[in-house]
């Protein structure tokens, strides 16, 4: 029903900054916020970012405030999550994610993920 596509991951060193981007597609409609996962090495998803479909609301994990940003394109129906001040601990995976209206804190869909890679 939701289509999630990320792109913008890649190399960069300590210090440095990536702006990741989701594009979503299909049932918009049923959006009700947008999220930011990633997965490191040996260890669990966590959740990294969100904000509403509406663009309002933005929230963070407290070890990424201050350094990254959510933010929507509502043109473009694009979420994007602009990473500053980079370090090697947030080397994952990452993943958009759809919370669809109705579903509570779940999200149903997702995208394939997009690497980023911190060097030291």
């Known amino acids: 029903q939701v289509q999630l596509v990320e792109s913008g991951g890649g190399l960069v060193q300590a210090g440095g900054s990536l702006r990741l981007a989701c594009t979503v597609s299909k049932r918009t409609e049923l959006v009700y916020r947008t999220g930011w996962f990633r997965r490191a090495p040996g260890k669990e998803r966590e959740f990294v970012a969100a904000?509403?479909?509406?663009?309002?609301?933005?929230d963070y994990v407290d070890s990424v405030k201050g350094r990254f940003t959510i933010s929507r394109d509502n043109a473009k129906n694009t979420v994007y999550l602009q990473m500053n001040s980079l370090r090697p601990e947030d080397t994952a995976v990452y993943y958009c994610?759809?919370?669809?209206?109705?579903?509570?804190?779940?999200?149903?869909?997702w995208g394939q993920g997009t690497q980023v890679t911190v060097s030291s």
């Open positions: 994610a759809a919370n669809l209206i109705g579903r509570g804190s779940e999200y149903d869909y």
């Open positions: 904000i509403l479909w509406s663009g309002s609301s933005p």
